[in-house]
């Protein structure tokens, strides 16, 4: 499906004004497709690869965050709990190629919007960071 699919565009078009989402992975392949994909249907992207440049990238205004579970320097998790405490509103989907860290039912009691096993399908990602933004 292409950025100009009517099943991106529409829901993304009732957004008052662009959205920003910052993407933690240290995968650079993953944040690259997401970065280009988000920004081609008008979300501002900002990227971090690890705990310690998402908490200085989450200083800035951010309205969403994809946020892998494992990184270099710890558990995403303990990002997840700090972004809430910080900014309850702002929605966080967590990303994790490990099926086994945790279920999708202990990341949403943590707090995070929803939970994305990778490999995953680039358009339901871009559809979930979507409503994300609009609920």
């Known amino acids: 499906m292409n950025p100009s699919s009517p099943h991106i565009l529409p829901l993304f078009a009732h957004l008052p004004l662009p959205h920003s989402v910052l993407i933690v992975e240290d ?3 993953i944040r690259w497709a997401l970065r280009a994909r988000l920004s081609s249907v008008g979300f501002l992207v900002a990227e971090a ?3 310690a440049t998402a908490r200085e990238a989450f200083l800035s205004p ?3 965050v994809l946020l892998d579970l494992r990184l270099p320097d710890g558990n995403g998790i303990e990002l997840l709990a700090e972004f809430r405490t910080a900014r309850p509103k702002t929605r966080v ?3 994790t190629a490990h099926g086994t860290d945790m279920t999708e039912a202990e990341v ?3 707090g995070a919007y929803a939970l ?3 490999p995953f399908d680039l358009d339901h990602v871009v559809r979930l960071t979507q409503r994300a933004a609009v609920s």
């Open 27 to 29: 995968e650079f392949l």
């Open 93 to 95: 989907i967590v990303m």
């Open 49 to 51: 690869v690890d705990l």
């Open 116 to 118: 994305v096993h990778k």
């Open 62 to 64: 951010i309205d969403l």
């Open 108 to 110: 949403t009691s943590a």
